[in-house]
């Protein structure tokens, strides 16, 4: 049996392994088999702090996992694909692997971003597409930019976009927005920001340089047309990887976990959520490790206590 067992192996996950494993717990970290699916593709990652050079996705992740490893963590790769939380010790179903038990479990499986699943959006990821106006604006610079989404968050990305693009049109499939009527507000005060809504986005288009456009149908004219620009965020929203958790453990509205504030508890004893899938707000390497290593602490505190209640007992 683990005494702690981490789901997870993106920076969260990564971060809450090096504090167990500095602890003397031997963490068993299980990552998945598409390890932080948006990060090992990010080439330059240049708001981490202490690389002035700028770091790349997978030379971080690398070293993190070299750190954890180093303390004594065991990193395994396989997708969890069920736990029971009804009872100590924890049983964790791992694709391929077996079922481990622990007493503590720390989740970190971050969350996944929708995409829209048109053509030549897959193919230009890197090359124009992304999904993150926060972690590759400055690309934008001096360019023409598209953001599709009509949520807060696409507003958002826009009104952050327009520091550096030339103009920043939003593209969505109704004629009302999602965001809120204050969002709203502020996005139209913004001259360089465009508005093309009743288009559903039909296809990326792009050259041998990267993405110069998105076709879509106008619901208004019944015909389609293209949208020039040469960056395109898609920002119709994330969805935290909690199915293997089968609703064992509360979530807000949007399916992310729920965390008791300051603190990673989930309301489950000995149960730990930390990173991106108990996060809808910050969204960063930094943020996931912090709370990676905040996990850590409520881990080891609960760990203690319960040496403490078995003391008691005898
Ligand atoms: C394109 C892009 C670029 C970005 N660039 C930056 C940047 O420059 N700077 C910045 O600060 N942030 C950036 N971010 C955000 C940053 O990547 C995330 O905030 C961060 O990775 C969250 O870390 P996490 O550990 O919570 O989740 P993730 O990194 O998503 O890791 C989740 C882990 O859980 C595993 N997992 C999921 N489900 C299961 C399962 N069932 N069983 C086992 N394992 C599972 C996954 O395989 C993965 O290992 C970027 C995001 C994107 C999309």
New binding site residues.
Partial sequence: MYKAVV????????SAAIHLARANLEPLV??????????I??M?????PGFPAGVD?PTLLDNMAKQAEQFGARIRI????RVDLSKRPYAID?QGYGTVEAESVVI??????KLLGIPGEEANFGRGV???A???GYFSTGKKAIVVGGGDSALEEAIYLTRYASEVTIVHRRNELRASKGMQERARQYGKIKWALNRTPIEVLADEHGVTGLKVMNHETGSEEVIEGRRLYVAIGTRP?T??LEGQLPTNERGYLLVKPGTTETGIPGVFA????Q?PR???????IGS?CMAAVDCERYLDSLVVEEAVAL
């Avoid at 789901?7 to 990564?14: E, S």
């Avoid at 330059?44 to 981490?48: I, K």
């Avoid at 970190?108 to 971003?113: H, L, P, Q, V």
């Avoid at 910050?282 to 996931?288: L, R």
């Fill in positions: 789901i997870g192996g993106g920076p969260a996950g990564l299980i990552k998945g088999f598409e390890p932080s699916k948006y990060l593709t990010t330059e990652v240049d708001s981490y996705g396989g997708n969890v694909q791992i970190a499986t971050g969350a996944s971003f992304s999904i993150c926060t972690c590759s990887n199915g293997f930390c990173g991106d899938v996060d910050y969204g960063q390497i930094t943020s996931a990676g």
